[in-house]
């Protein structure tokens, strides 16, 4: 059912040939050759999507002319047509419509795919692909079914409560557009065979029980044994799970509430 719900959405359409790149194939693997990044290869071709996340075209009304599915993330995306006739692909917020007008300005009607300053957003309003740093572009909340949810109006900061449940300051000049990201079943996915995984550039991970002691610490014994450590570790001898992995701490001071916990 969802598969046929998808091709109702999606308008039957070529992509935007100008819009598109062939992007080079590294596979997990660095500038030098060498692989930083295991379990990655493969995949089938595609073309990527030139998306336009800081929206810089301010006071332009834009048409949508198309809802296109995109091989580079998880929402679909759509084609507006400016009033000077330039077409750019964007993120595509959940019920806009093929026709429907947005407008990016810093303070506009507040309507599903408009983008404006967090300061003019009223509280309670979902927003998604929001800047962190004014005139950057949107870089949060770009993934299928995600918003954040606007709190509170503070000072030079709006605090937006984010789908993790943390709730974080940004600057009130940054933009943000008003709705959520579209394809909320993209969760609901299943992938169905493991080829699929292939088409997609995941190759085979190997479980470290299964591997010889010189690969991995939980390598070797006789039969199906346990692995022998207090905690589980990487190929490399470090903690797997519970281990901390944040280096940003000077965005600390942006957090009002972190992140709910996973219940055990």
């Not at 990044?37 to 002319?65: C, E, S, T």
């Not at 979902?126 to 949810?149: H, P, T």
């Not at 002691?213 to 990487?234: D, F, Q, R, W």
């Amino acid at each position: 059912m969802r598969k046929k719900t998808v091709k109702k959405k999606i308008t039957k359409k070529k992509p935007e040939k100008r819009l598109l790149l062939r992007l080079n194939k590294r596979a997990g693997r660095a500038r030098s050759g060498s692989i930083t990044v295991r379990h990655k290869g493969g995949g089938v071709k595609r073309l990527y999507r030139v998306i336009d996340f800081g929206q810089n075209k301010i006071d332009i009304p834009a048409k949508v002319i198309a809802l296109e599915y995109d091989p580079y993330r998880t929402s679909f995306i759509v084609l507006l047509e400016y009033l000077d006739g330039e077409r750019r692909y964007r993120i595509a917020p959940e019920d806009l419509r093929v026709g429907d007008e947005v407008i990016n300005a810093p303070q506009t009607e507040i309507k599903i795919g408009n983008r404006m300053k967090l300061k003019n957003i009223p509280v309670g309003m979902d927003v998604y692909n929001i800047e962190i740093i004014s005139g950057k572009g949107g870089i949060m909340i770009r993934s299928a079914g995600n918003r954040a949810e606007v709190l509170a109006q503070e000072g030079k900061y709006t605090h937006l409560k984010m789908p993790s449940g943390e709730i974080r300051k940004v600057f009130r000049e940054c933009y943000a557009s008003i709705g959520m990201v579209s394809n909320v079943e993209h969760r609901y996915k299943k992938l169905g065979k493991a080829g699929i995984s292939r088409l997609k550039g995941r190759r085979p991970s190997v479980r470290g029980t299964a591997m010889a002691p010189v690969s991995h610490p939980h390598g070797g014994g006789e039969g199906k044994a346990p692995i022998g450590m207090p905690y589980p570790k990487t190929p490399w001898g470090k903690i797997a799970r519970g281990g901390k992995t944040r280096k940003r701490k000077y965005t600390d001071k942006y957090i009002i509430k972190s992140r709910r916990k996973k219940k055990k």
